[in-house]
């Protein structure tokens, strides 16, 4: 007897998955630069890229040609061997970064997670064995492990699983007197997001990157850069910490290194690589051929001068179409960001209907997303055109016009 074709819709994800998310009512099923079309062949422009991941866009020709040739060599190798994309890629994170060694994983959490295991690690055969204090600061994220969840500084992330690991500091961020106040010869590690992405697109003063890197640098502490959002050209610029004239210890990586293919790197000095010994972590998966040689395209891709700074002429193209906006809503108090990372602060008497402009969004062909509890955060491809700009901009327009009554025309 011929088995029942399932129907695959969105009421599929209740019935097999475990309930984590709570996805959109549409499936995507294609995708092409800046739009996603779903399974009605309704376009959507997206303002997200995957939540920062899809730098150029969906299905980048340049990309895809990358994975088929290397689809056609050679898949998976595990850590038992090296291969060819994943040196090529080290040498060129390295060559654009600092004097380091990397490690790649699949995901900004196991970046992360590394990097805070080889603060520890290092700090204790250089120094001794009660130098494990990580200093982290409210609403920071670094991801879902239970070690990088309780160091991230949103606690309803991280509550409801037990005893968390102990020697976490949290303070509040871009106040450097707090961390003054804490540190002290039992610190490994300060660990820090240029701009936090899940917190609110709060971005951190010079003042405060410079000021955690001498104080790192008084009481041999790692400076941890966590660049899982904002790294590879998300701000202007390669990565986000040049813009302070600063360089980290450690840095991490993810999202947009693999244009949407999964991947992490975590950058360490060379001086901290020679403490670390053989078999103290691991993956199966990282630096995976097919990985490798997507986020070499995409690093060719972005790490060129007119691409890195046609990203901050759009920051201004957006900026000026939200003022506009507000001008006409007044709905906003504050349009903040830095190159496509793009916070729109809502006043805090709209605050409330935050959620139903998502929603509300997607249904006029726009997808945005929420950070923090006031913002809205718009992160589009790296490359998005202009009047996918203007269009998207729009719709959006349009979404707020609906969720708050307003009956001014664009």
Excluded at 349 to 360: A, R
Aim: positive net charge.
């Amino acid at each position: 007897m011929k088995e029942k074709k399932k129907i695959l819709n969105r009421q599929m994800f209740d019935d097999v998955m475990i309930p984590f998310y709570n996805p959109a009512d549409f499936i995507p099923v294609l995708g092409q630069g800046s739009r996603l079309f779903d399974q009605l062949n309704k376009d959507y422009i997206d303002f997200s890229s995957g939540i920062a991941v899809t730098a150029l866009g969906h299905c980048h020709a340049k990309l895809i040609k990358a994975l088929k040739e290397q689809s056609n060599k050679l898949w998976h190798t595990s850590n038992l061997f090296v291969n060819e994309p994943s040196l090529n890629l080290a040498r060129k994170l390295i060559d654009y970064s600092f004097e380091s060694r990397v490690f790649f994983s699949n995901s900004g959490a196991e970046a992360n997670e590394s990097a805070l295991k080889i603060a520890r690690y290092y700090s204790n055969k250089k120094f001794n064995v009660y130098k494990n204090k990580i200093i982290s600061f409210y609403n920071s994220f670094h991801g879902r492990t239970f070690f990088t969840v309780s160091v991230g500084g949103q606690y309803q992330y991280s509550d409801g699983f037990g005893t968390k690991p102990p020697d976490i500091i949290h303070v509040p961020y871009n106040n450097l007197q707090s961390v003054k106040s804490v540190i002290d010869d039992h610190t490994c590690a300060i660990i820090v997001e240029p701009i936090q992405g899940e917190g609110g697109v709060e971005l951190a003063t010079i003042d405060f990157m410079v000021g955690l890197r001498d104080l790192c640098n008084k009481h041999h502490v790692l400076l941890i850069i966590d660049e899982v959002q904002t790294g590879i050209g998300r701000t202007g610029k390669l990565f986000a910490y040049e813009h302070y004239g600063i360089k980290p210890d450690i840095l991490t990586l993810a999202k947009a290194l693999g244009g949407g293919f999964p991947i992490g790197a975590t950058l360490a000095s060379t001086k901290i690589a020679k403490i670390v010994q053989l078999g103290i972590h691991g993956t199966t998966y990282g630096g995976n051929p097919l990985a490798c040689s997507v986020s070499n395209a995409v690093l060719d891709l972005i790490n060129h001068p007119k691409l890195l700074l046609g990203v901050q002429r759009k920051f201004q193209i957006f900026k000026k179409e939200l003022v506009k906006i507000n001008k006409k809503l007044n709905l906003f108090s504050e349009i903040r960001g830095k190159g496509l990372l793009i916070g729109i602060v809502f006043r805090q008497e709209y605050i409330i209907n935050i959620p139903i402009v998502i929603k509300t969004a997607l249904k006029e062909g726009l997808i945005i997303l929420k950070a923090g509890t006031n913002v809205i955060r718009l992160a589009p491809p790296l490359n998005i055109k202009n009047i996918d700009i203007n269009e998207g901009l729009l719709r959006f327009y349009r979404t707020l016009r609906i969720v708050y009554g307003r009956s001014v025309k664009f």
